[in-house]
């Protein structure tokens, strides 16, 4: 047993020695570069800054624009204003009628007094206001005018004791039929400018040449040839109209100041003289 325990305690020391040798044959350990130090995701602390991505799809082809004060984009272009209203303010005139102005369908939609003064009142007053007053007549209108302009737009037309209203529909009111309408023909009209004609609230929509022909025109095309209506000035038209005992008037197509440079009105300006149409060519009605 003594033996034994010998045998043991001489194995135990062999290994103790064996393992302090191998532990002694190991290099020590040399002393290194500090490892990175770990910071929290705070505001405080340092973030690793992302790669700048290029945009994807059609904006890819386009320059790229660094942000910042510096390469702010400028502002677009804001869209032209469209005219303001002019007021409208009650007024009241009375005068001669002098001669009445008519539409291309040959309805009376507005007279001119002998002081002047341009009066505009709907179409379908037309045959009870012809049937009232003849030119000479004495004729009292109130209704609306745009400032210190020449035109008004009638409310009531008075003469001989009787007056005609522009009285608006009672509502739900079942609309009147539709006025017969005489057929359009294709006309041409030309002299110098005796009249500017104008809305109630001053925008010009057509003419009165000194031949007593009225040609009529949507105010945006009255903006378009401003310069070219002045009282006086030349006026060569094309359009459709009708001929009546009232007078004559036509929607113009095609306008200019001589018959060689008449412009298509419906299409917008051009430059330079435009071909007359070839004798017979077909002209759409407007």
């Not at 082809?61 to 009650?90: C, D, L, S, W």
């Not at 002098?98 to 939609?109: F, H, K, S």
């Not at 009870?128 to 030119?135: G, H, K």
């Not at 030309?190 to 022909?213: C, F, M, P, S, Y």
């Amino acid at each position: 047993m003594t033996a034994f325990r010998f045998s043991l305690r001489a194995s135990l020391a062999a290994g103790l020695v064996a393992a302090a040798g191998i532990a002694a044959a190991q290099p020590a350990v040399q002393p290194g570069a500090p490892a990175p130090a770990v910071f929290p995701m705070t505001d405080a602390a340092p973030r690793p800054q992302a790669r700048p991505v290029p945009p994807r799809g059609p904006a890819a082809a386009g320059p790229v624009i660094a942000a910042g004060p510096a390469a702010a984009m400028p502002a677009p272009m804001a869209a032209p204003m469209p005219p303001q209203p002019v007021p409208m303010a009650q007024a009241s005139v009375s005068g001669t009628l002098a001669r009445w102005l008519i539409n291309p369908n040959g309805e009376a939609d507005g007279l001119l007094l002998d002081n002047g003064t341009q009066v505009n009142f709907p179409p379908h007053l037309s045959a009870d206001l012809t049937a009232l007053v003849q030119a000479g007549d004495r004729v009292e209108v109130t209704g609306w005018r745009a400032g210190d302009g020449q035109a008004m737009q009638a409310q009531q037309i008075a003469a001989k004791g009787r007056a005609v209203v522009d009285t608006p529909p009672n509502p739900g009111a079942v609309p009147p039929a539709p006025r017969a309408m005489g057929a359009l023909a294709a006309m041409n009209a030309g002299g110098r400018i005796a009249r500017v004609l104008t809305t109630g609230r001053g925008d010009t929509n057509g003419v009165l040449l000194e031949d007593g022909t009225v040609v009529r025109f949507p105010p945006h095309v009255g903006r378009m040839i401003a310069g070219l209506l002045q009282p006086g000035a030349p006026l060569y038209v094309q359009g459709w109209g009708t001929r009546s005992n009232l007078g004559t008037a036509l929607e113009a197509t095609r306008l200019g100041a001589t018959p060689q440079s008449l412009q298509d009105v419906l299409a917008g300006p051009v430059s330079g003289p435009v071909d007359l149409p070839r004798p017979g060519a077909p002209r759409r009605p407007v």
